[in-house]
């Protein structure tokens, strides 16, 4: 890489240096000594030549777009947006028979924080979990073709905001709930919320095979908002913390009322416990769902006092400790699980609220951090020597310190007001170091003005000197909460789809193309090739589908173009249907022909020379 860069760089450097962009970053951070990049510009640290490819991708939570970002690091390069919870024209998500039903009534979503499955603590590069806070919803994406495969509705809960988190190995994943509602959602009065309000957290299991989420049991936890949540590793793999705030079971204007205590608590809970519960049939069935109460259940969840609000809660890569940011309290606290443990042991306890115990504040605690005017601590990233990474929303800054000891050891000033920061591999047993970016809810004036609301931005921060130095900027649409880092050739995307040949609405052939009629259903078994569709190729008239009025019509085509990138689309006019077929792919359409009239159908992606050529007719007769 060191080769080509310097080879482009003469070429390369009068144009960046004359761009105001580059101009700007070099004067944010400190002129550092990073190793092995202090003869590189930070131009030519973050430029990627042609040939040469990201050294990790970025997969952005999009937030209320319901879609997630892919971006390549360290170019911060947006390379692809996937579609998760909303639909999307450009890829026919939520129009194709299979994404449609995913999608169900739903046609916007609020994606949270995305999770890797995880192998021993580690990234394994298979599948991408991500939360719905605005529908409830969890889904899993398969990191071999970059699409949704699963979403299931969370049943009894109300944004599970706070996670996905995923286990050491997947076993589970957490959705804790940011809303307290009523089991069922029937209607309560507000006036019975301490009553009748549930704050039910979820397990979410993930079969392979068939690509399916379910939802293996969920605890109906008091009626308090959960927020951040981490998975243990190593010796607290069995374990798992949230942070919860309103305790006070405040109902009106949480502001102010969900911050009236002193303290709220993490909740730590021990998965193995919840699942052996589980087992032994210690359960309620309740709307169809396996529920622990914890006041009847007892044993498994524990509470930890935490300086009130907390916002994050993250779990060092050795497992050995969990680290809570209060938004209100400027403060990290560093919590000992080994303490805890301990405390547990003994049942060395202060009481309890609604049943579940409370922990001593100071058996688990290990120390308060309080870097000196850093305000607004959200959450904590870590890199390969271990060392924190804290956001500060109000100050706007990352502060890197040391869990061990507490000591402040660099800070960073971003633009503007960082929510998350994702590092390298920087929430697993072993993160990587080198790179940090810092998820920034305000822009400001980092880009060129779109009017009164600005994107959100992403600033990628060098780690690898011994000052943190930020690098690169890249606008980003509204908007990131969370993301994962993962080193790139941890990931095995699919050139082409393979042939399915179990799949009963594939067609490999032209010959075998063909249109079927039962009854008012009309079958079209379709292939889309370069540069022509065939619907059935004995038919006078190849690309052109007949219907009546009022037919069923269920269009499955297959792009018989085996050949990398080569992506055909299908629309018809005026139709409102668009959909889309990668190489090797099969995908169907299903729709009633409710209106009788001619319509023009095209192939809607750039495939070729005679793209403009690659056309047909949708004919409906009128009744
Ligand atoms: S939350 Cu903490 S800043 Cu959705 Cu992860 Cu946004
Ligand atoms: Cu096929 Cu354009």
Same mark, same amino acid.
């Given at each position: ?68 970002? /892919? ?272 405390? /547990?042991?003994? %049942? ?137 880092? /993962?080193?790139?050739? %941890? ?7 393979? %042939? ?124």
């Amino acid at each position: 890489m060191k080769k080509l860069v310097s080879a482009v760089s003469g070429v390369l450097a009068g144009f960046l240096a004359a761009t105001v962009f580059f101009a700007d970053f070099t004067n944010i951070g400190s002129q550092s000594s990073a190793e092995d990049s202090t003869n590189k510009s930070n131009a030519e640290k973050v430029y990627v030549p042609f040939g040469k490819l990201d050294e990790y991708y970025l997969f952005a939570s999009g937030g209320h777009s319901g879609q997630m970002f /892919i971006y390549g690091v360290p170019s911060m390069r947006h390379i692809r947006t996937v579609p998760v919870f909303s639909p999307d024209s450009a890829t026919g998500y939520g129009f194709d028979k299979h994404s449609k039903e995913l999608m169900g009534d739903y046609t916007w979503g609020d994606l949270h924080h995305p999770a890797f499955s995880e192998t021993n603590g580690d990234y394994d590069g298979k599948w991408l979990f991500a939360t719905d806070v605005g529908n409830s919803r969890a889904a899993v994406m398969d990191l071999k073709t970059f699409t949704t495969k699963d979403i299931i509705n969370v049943p009894n809960t109300s944004g599970p905001h706070c996670a996905a988190f995923v286990t050491e190995n997947t076993e589970y994943m957490f959705l804790p709930t940011r809303f307290a509602v009523p089991i069922g959602r029937e209607y309560a009065s507000l006036d019975d919320y301490s009553q009748k309000y549930r704050g039910v957290m979820s397990a979410v299991t993930f079969d392979e095979k068939t690509e399916k989420l379910n939802i293996a049991y969920q605890v109906a936890l008091p009626p308090w908002s959960y927020d951040l949540s981490d998975a243990g590793k190593k010796m607290s793999k069995d374990w798992a913390v949230m942070t919860t705030y309103n305790t006070e079971e405040a109902t009106t204007n949480l502001e102010i009322n969900a911050s009236q205590a002193d303290r709220d608590y993490i909740i730590l809970f021990n998965w193995k416990e919840l699942e052996k519960m589980v087992a032994d049939g210690k359960y309620e069935n309740i709307t169809g769902q396996k529920m622990i109460f914890p006041e009847k259940q007892k044993g498994g969840i524990y509470l930890v006092p935490v300086a009130k609000s907390p916002h994050g809660v993250d779990v060092t890569p050795d497992g050995t400790r969990f680290i809570a940011s209060g938004k209100l309290a400027p403060s990290m606290t560093v919590f000992s699980f080994e303490k805890a443990f301990e405390a /547990i042991k003994n %049942k060395d306890f202060a009481g309890d609220r609604n049943g579940i115990p409370i922990l001593k504040y100071e058996s688990v605690m290990e120390r308060e951090v309080n870097p000196e005017n850093a305000l607004g601590p959200l959450h904590t990233q870590f890199d390969d020597k271990g060392m924190a990474y804290t956001t500060m929303f109000i100050s706007s800054e990352i502060v890197k310190w040391d869990p061990n000891t507490g000591e402040t050891l660099d800070r960073v000033p971003v633009q503007y007001s960082p929510g998350h920061s994702v590092a390298a591999e920087g929430d697993t047993v072993s993160p990587d170091g080198k790179y940090i970016i810092a998820l920034n809810k305000i822009a400001k004036d980092s880009y060129l003005s779109v009017g009164p609301s600005h994107p959100e931005s992403m600033q990628l921060i060098d780690l690898s000197g011994d000052k943190m130095e930020v690098i690169q900027s890249a606008p980003v649409n509204p908007e990131p909460h969370y993301a994962q880092m /993962i080193k790139a050739d %941890k990931l095995n995307p699919l050139k082409i789809y393979p %042939k399915e040949e179990n799949r009963p609405d594939s067609v490999w052939k032209q010959e075998d193309t063909r249109i079927e009629r039962k009854g008012n259903e009309v079958h079209v078994y379709g292939v889309a090739l370069r540069s022509k569709f065939i619907f059935d190729a004995k038919a006078e008239r190849p690309d052109v589908i007949e219907v009546n009025e009022g037919d069923k019509v269920f269009i499955h085509l297959t792009n018989i173009d085996l050949d990398q990138d080569i992506t055909h689309g299908f629309a018809i006019n005026s139709y409102n249907l668009n959909m889309e077929v990668q190489p090797g792919q099969t995908n169907t359409l299903e729709f009633v022909a409710d209106k009788a009239g001619t319509y023009p159908l095209y192939c809607t992606n750039f495939c070729s020379a005679l793209h403009q050529e690659m056309t047909g007719y949708f004919l409906v007769k009128p009744k």
